[in-house]
């Protein structure tokens, strides 16, 4: 009996090679028995396999049976989402969040009976205040015109845009669907690091090009920038805007390769690279090092592009870095026409663990830093903030909308419009509906003409939505949402509203006038910042000690 406990394990080969056996001496009887004797048989071996490869632990104890568990972890995702997984569980979409967008783009009913499923007195709760007098808003296209007083192209761009997600993430037929959804929408479309692909030109769609530090589509064959080739790439008119990439939620401060195995024809021809080689994104820009130097790269490509709007991106890191690129706008004289700001709860790419999880701001903080720090330099209103990270309903853009962003971008939930199920196996290149993959065969799930029009349709309502919700707070455009307009739960029994929670600091308080002592930590921030580096003037250890403050008198 201790022989048969301790060698149980064994228990699944050993029933294999039994069956195997019986059915062998059961083939004179009838031919049948010969499809369990190769089935069996075929265990056999896979057992035997098990046993001598050195891989698997779980296999060398488990012969055969072992296979079960790895079977189960391959769509463990999808069990938790059609079995295990509530309606407001977020990993990292709820099944809420996603239905809204699977409804709105097929343009099926979007209501829900019975009432609210949140549990409106948790801590984190937000919600809006609205109007006794609502209006009603006729005109859905809302818009904002992106292009300060050096830029001779503005784009007037629609409130709700794709983001970044580049070819070679996305399949041929994704990029073409999304790209001819935002075409027939009216929205706009960012490539991504991976340049403009044959995909993006026949969908037709308007463009936001990013050039990211790989300089994909304007690179010399070094891998450096190309003025030439980013001139005749910007000139396209399909090209509305330039977005330079400094980082992105997903990974900020994390470089990326794709391998040669990977890249096809296509691929190669979209980026610019040589076939057969290790396709590199470096985590920095070669062609700048400090917040001058970006800043004239930004007039170098505003000039190159024929005056386009031209700005960039990044997931906020070190504050003091950021201030750093406001005094350089200042001292140069050299403003970006925007500033896309990416919360590190954004990503559609893979990521290390760490840098997925603990690494860059949540896109509310971010936002609220980055527009108050150009409030304080007295020059937002020159340059215009898009937002990103998990931005899918009328609420997610009108509570961006009144933190400080101008327009909003979402990359994720125009997934979810294509039919992304949230298997999170995008770097498998296994995707099971076709989205994140370069399998010829896989990609034919997505039927372009269909999914094209899901992506429309989700944006058309969605927009419509927003119009509501805009009319429930009293307001004639989604643009004149305030802080205030929201409130939040802080505890239990306490809440505080938008203003308290992300205020908006006084126009020009960091440059003009007397020190507010309630923001001396603002102050000081902006002291220990230079137009001339991203290094710091010194590396406090422990407590950083603030200087004295001048009080007016």
Not at 184 to 192: N, V
Not at 404 to 422: K, P, T
Not at 428 to 447: S, Y
Request: charged content about 20%; overall charge neutral; some cysteine.
């Amino acid at each position: 009996m201790k022989f048969v406990i301790e060698y149980q394990r064994y228990a699944v080969l050993a029933l294999v090679t039994l069956l195997a056996v019986v059915s062998l001496l059961c083939v004179p009887f009838s031919a049948w028995f010969w499809l369990p004797a190769i089935v069996f048989g075929a265990l056999v071996l896979v057992g035997i396999h098990d046993l001598r490869q050195s891989r698997h632990s779980i296999l060398r104890n488990y012969p055969v049976s072992g296979h079960i568990r790895f079977i189960l972890e391959s769509f463990r995702p999808e069990i938790r989402q059609y079995m295990i997984e509530s309606d407001h569980d977020e990993v990292p979409f709820s099944r809420q969040s996603r239905g809204l967008v699977y409804q709105r783009a097929k343009g099926a009913e979007d209501k829900r009976p019975f009432g609210t499923i949140e549990n409106v007195y948790a801590s984190g709760y937000a919600w809006l205040t609205h109007s006794v007098s609502p209006t009603v808003l006729p005109d859905k296209d809302f818009r904002v015109r992106v292009g300060g007083s050096q830029c001779k192209q503005p784009y007037d761009a629609s409130l709700y845009n794709i983001s970044a997600m580049s070819f070679g993430a996305l399949s041929g037929n994704a990029i073409l669907a999304l790209n001819k959804g935002a075409k027939k929408g009216g929205f706009a479309h960012d490539t991504g690091e991976g340049s403009i692909s044959r995909y993006h030109r026949q969908g037709g769609g308007d463009l936001i090009y990013q050039v990211a530090s790989g300089y994909f589509g304007c690179r010399n064959e070094d891998g450096t920038f190309s003025a030439e080739k980013f001139a005749e790439t910007a000139a396209d008119p399909q090209v509305k805007m330039i977005e330079v990439k400094l980082s992105q939620g997903a990974k900020p401060g994390h470089g990326g390769m794709l391998p040669a195995a990977k890249i096809t024809e296509e691929i190669a021809e979209a980026r610019g690279i040589p076939m057969g080689m290790d396709c590199i994104s470096p985590a920095a820009h070669r062609t700048f090092s400090t917040p001058i130097g970006l800043m004239e790269f930004i007039g170098q490509l505003r000039d190159l592009s024929g005056g386009k709007p031209v700005g960039f991106k990044l997931c906020i890191g070190h504050r003091r870095e950021f201030m750093c690129i406001v005094k350089a706008m200042l001292k140069t004289g050299i403003l970006p026409d925007f500033i896309v700001v990416d919360g590190k709860e954004g990503g559609t790419g893979a990521a290390p663990v760490e840098f997925a999880n603990r690494v860059g701001m949540p896109m509310h903080e971010g936002l609220t830093f980055v527009h108050n720090a150009l409030r304080g330099a007295g020059i937002r209103n020159e340059i215009k903030i898009g937002a990103a990270g998990k931005i899918v309903s009328a609420f997610d853009i009108a509570q961006v909308l009144a933190l400080g962003a101008d327009w909003c971008n979402a990359a994720r939930g125009f997934m979810f419009a294509l039919g992304c199920i949230q298997a999170q196996s995008c770097h498998t290149n296994k995707c099971p509906v076709g989205i994140a993959t370069q399998d010829p065969v896989r990609q034919r799930a997505v039927d372009v003409g269909d999914k094209s029009e899901r992506v429309a349709r989700f944006h058309h309502n969605t927009m419509h939505a927003l119009a509501e919700i805009t009319g429930a707070a009293g307001l004639s455009d989604p643009r004149n949402f305030m802080p205030y307009h929201f409130m939040f739960r802080q505890k239990d029994n306490e809440f505080l509203d938008g203003n308290e929670m992300y205020p908006y600091l006084p126009e020009g308080f960091l440059v003009s006038g007397p020190e507010i002592p309630e923001l001396s930590d603002w102050h000081s921030r902006w002291d220990r910042s230079f137009a001339e580096t991203f290094a710091p003037s010194e590396i406090p250890f422990g407590p950083f000690k603030k200087r004295e403050m001048v009080h007016s008198t």
